[in-house]
């Protein structure tokens, strides 16, 4: 009888010890990535765009066609010289690139806005 009274205190004190660490140590939330981004679209190569949201325009790949876009032309909004005799820039989705005019290859990314 007491090696069953002896069993059962030290279980209540490991389970009272349990319960108390459990308590006693406060749950550390995620560390949120820049402007306040999920951790793991924080280590993404576009930070805070989801992977299917992001698009990487390649310097010679052409616009596509059905894609839409709008021409630039205040320069001095987006701090720009005006563009060299040819090109023109041209904002996608926020993302501002100048292209080839006759042929809409991308000539260079410039970021996005």
């Given at each position: 009888?007491?090696?069953?009274?002896?069993?059962?205190?030290?279980?209540?004190?490991s389970l009272?010890?349990?319960?108390?660490?459990?308590?006693?140590?406060?749950?550390?939330?995620?560390?949120?990535?820049?402007?306040g981004?999920?951790?793991g679209l924080a280590k993404k190569s576009v930070p805070c765009v989801p992977p299917g949201q992001a698009r990487k325009w390649e310097v010679g790949a052409r616009i596509p066609g059905t894609l839409p876009w709008y021409?630039?032309?205040?320069?001095?909004?987006?701090d720009l010289p005006a563009p060299p005799d040819g090109s023109r820039y041209v904002l996608i989705d926020n993302d501002l690139v100048r292209v080839a005019i006759?042929?809409?290859?991308i000539l260079e990314f410039l970021g996005r806005y």
């Open positions: 009888m007491a090696m069953i009274k002896m069993q059962r205190i030290l279980l209540n004190l009272s010890l349990l319960v108390a660490t459990a308590v006693a140590v406060p749950s550390v939330p995620a560390m949120a990535g820049p402007k981004c999920p951790p021409e630039v032309r205040d320069y001095d909004r987006y006759a042929t809409g290859i």
